[in-house]
């Protein structure tokens, strides 16, 4: 049975119509079908030999039975394979669901069960290859896909449609499936796109599994409405990167402040192999002021903070005609028709500017709902609001600055510490590359501060508790205890594994 949205925007109608901001085609039309290329190592493919493979990738999977609504599901690593599959789905007017290349059977049962796919395609070798009737595509097969006879075209999908289901990546519980209309990413890419002044010059080189929000817009749809290339990992290797983007003139990369960090510390790296790159977008935990003025000293290219979610991909950002400053310091601000709203999180109230609060977000590229209408109906507040779950604070110049999560706030006899407040402090010191700040449980406190440190000489709980003095900080929000590690834990799209930490410091 073909999904459908559960939720509609409150003001979908008004911005859908005819010359409306919301007012574009679906996916297929939108992408462009003569300049963008796609690298997969020695493959490639280009202008009309892409959209002809796209084509006979549509004919195969309507061999197989699919048709326009239908729900396909694959588990693959970054390549053509997967680039393919997506765009033939939305040519087909399918919905794709793509499951992480590093999910285990657990998750693969939990997201494939939500989801109820036609058709589920797996390299052999992962473990969705042992769903039911799962079909196995090894990656590199020049067989793939086989001749399938021409089929009566079809109707192209309307921009309110499904085109995706993604599939978060949380450190516990079931994952939630995630829908996005062929709107909300089309809306999203034209706005990335005039953000960032990409052009068919540009190349993005993504590591980050396309089943991921942010590898499938930065990988597929964003380079496809721009016409500009996509050079494909199969898995992050920092040394392997610096190879690509010199051999490739990489010019955009998105990812987690790991990613760079790894690449700039790896022993071929040097500023003039990676001298082709102009500009980095990084979100996630431990984009911190600290990270962005280093890096960008040591790529030579812009890099700048972003935020975003599965949820609402890339709500914040800046431009490259923005104050410097602003991208050390914010996280931006709301692209397009995006809005901002700062709550308290108790009531819901909208607070004063400058008030630390729960974020929530309307916009085109809010995704219409999880497949738990539960889930859905606790996530979205009156009006079409999406609540995010993050605490933040809006300037009166519009200025976003994300400081934590809602449940990443330590809470130490009764005080509220923000974790990522304690870990900016902790990476402005010379020889720390990464921090994380958890809390673990005490009978008599509640909770205190742990603090994990990956640095390049000894930092122990004295050094943290001189630092923390020595920037100001607030005597309670003092870490009370510090593990240096080799590497913080990370989560499959490249996240640090706070839980992981939480029970670590816990036990």
């Not at 053509?80 to 599959?85: F, H, V």
């Not at 809390?439 to 406190?445: I, Q, S």
């Not at 510090?482 to 029970?503: F, H, I, S, T, W």
Request: net charge negative.
């Amino acid at each position: 049975m073909p999904l459908r949205p559960t939720v509609v925007h409150a003001k979908a109608s008004q911005y859908a119509r005819p010359g409306g901001p919301w007012d574009v085609p679906a996916l297929d039309e939108a992408l462009d079908r003569a300049t963008v290329h796609v690298v997969d190592g020695d493959r490639r493919l280009e202008g009309g030999a892409l959209s002809e493979a796209i084509d006979a990738v549509v004919d195969w999977l309507r061999e197989l039975g699919a048709a326009p609504g239908d729900v396909i599901s694959w588990q693959l690593p970054n390549g053509l394979e997967t680039y393919l599959l997506f765009r033939a789905c939305w040519r087909l007017g399918a919905v794709a669901a793509a499951v992480h290349r590093s999910a285990g059977p657990a998750d693969i049962a939990a997201a494939l069960a939500q989801a109820h796919p036609r058709i589920v395609v797996s390299d052999p070798t992962l473990p969705a290859a042992a769903w039911p009737g799962a079909i196995g595509l090894t990656p590199g097969d020049t067989q793939w896909p086989p001749p399938a006879p021409r089929r009566a075209p079809v109707a192209p999908p309307r921009p309110e449609d499904l085109a995706v289901v993604v599939f978060t990546s949380g450190s516990s519980g079931q994952p939630k499936a995630v829908m996005h209309t062929h709107r909300a990413l089309v809306c999203k890419a034209r706005g990335m796109i005039a953000v960032h002044e990409l052009t068919p010059d540009d190349v993005v080189l993504m590591p980050a599994p396309l089943a991921h929000v942010s590898g499938l817009q930065n990988g597929v749809f964003v380079p496809g409405a721009a016409g500009m290339g996509t050079v494909l990992m199969a898995k992050w290797d920092p040394e392997a990167a610096i190879g690509l983007i010199e051999r490739e003139r990489v010019t955009f990369m998105v990812g987690p402040p790991t990613f760079f960090v790894a690449m700039i510390e790896a022993p071929g790296f040097s500023v003039e192999r990676v001298a082709s790159l102009r500009l980095v977008s990084s979100g996630g935990s431990g984009v911190t002021p600290a990270f962005v003025e280093s890096a960008s000293a040591a790529l030579g290219a812009r890099v700048k903070r972003t935020y975003g979610s599965t949820e609402a991909p890339t709500t914040t950002t800046s431009g490259p005609h923005d104050p410097p400053e602003r991208d050390r310091a914010t996280d931006g601000q709301a692209m397009g028709e995006t809005e901002l709203r700062i709550t308290e999180p108790a009531s819901g109230d909208e607070v004063p500017a400058g008030t630390v609060g729960e974020l929530w977000v309307r916009g085109p590229e809010v995704f219409v709902g999880y497949l738990d209408q539960a889930a859905t109906d606790a996530a979205f507040a009156p009006g079409g609001w999406y609540r995010t779950g993050d605490l933040a604070f809006v300037d009166g110049d519009g200025w976003l600055t994300i400081t934590g999560r809602i449940k990443d706030i330590v809470i130490r006899g009764g005080e509220n510490i923000s974790a990522a407040e304690i870990e900016a402090v902790l990476e402005t010191h010379p020889s720390i590359s990464q921090a994380a700040a958890v809390g673990y449980p005490d009978d008599r406190m509640g909770q205190r501060v742990c603090a994990y440190v990956v640095a390049s000489e000894p930092f122990d709980l004295a050094a943290c508790r001189r630092w923390m003095e020595e920037r100001g900080v607030t005597r309670f929000k003092w870490p009370e205890r510090v593990e240096q590690v080799d590497a913080l834990p990370l989560l499959a799209a490249g996240k640090v594994d706070r839980a992981a930490l939480e029970r670590a410091a816990s036990s």
